[in-house]
């Protein structure tokens, strides 16, 4: 299970090019063309960082960082947000949006379950 924890306002060519690793695109039904690769962060965990092209048009450039939750289980959103952030090497200051605390608390509950 993915779930969006923050978006930057980097692409994924800009980010996987800091990185040097390679990124996909393909066609997302309804929602046009996506990029974006899956990484491993230094603490073990893997991310997945994602890019509409629609919405990077519509809103400037910007990638959605996803992660599994159950990887991060007693950990709050925030801390996350800067393990993901600090493990691409990106600034905090390229965060544009951060998922609520509520749902992210959520997303933990149906991971540690494995049910809603």
Not at 44 to 73: C, K, M, Q, W
Request: aromatic share 6%.
């Amino acid at each position: 299970m993915e779930f969006p924890v923050c978006t930057v306002n980097m692409t994924v060519a800009q980010i996987a090019a800091r990185l040097e690793v390679p990124f996909d695109t393909w066609d997302e039904p309804g929602l046009g063309t996506a990029m974006g690769f899956a990484c491993r962060l230094p603490n073990g965990a893997t991310i997945y960082v994602e890019e509409l092209a629609e919405v990077s048009r519509n809103r400037g450039d910007a990638s959605t960082i996803h992660v599994d939750p159950s990887a991060f289980l007693r950990r709050n959103v925030n801390e996350v947000i800067s393990s993901a952030i600090e493990g691409l090497g990106l600034p905090k200051s390229c965060v544009s949006w951060v998922q609520t605390e509520l749902s992210w608390s959520a997303a933990q509950k149906i991971a540690g379950t494995g049910r809603g």
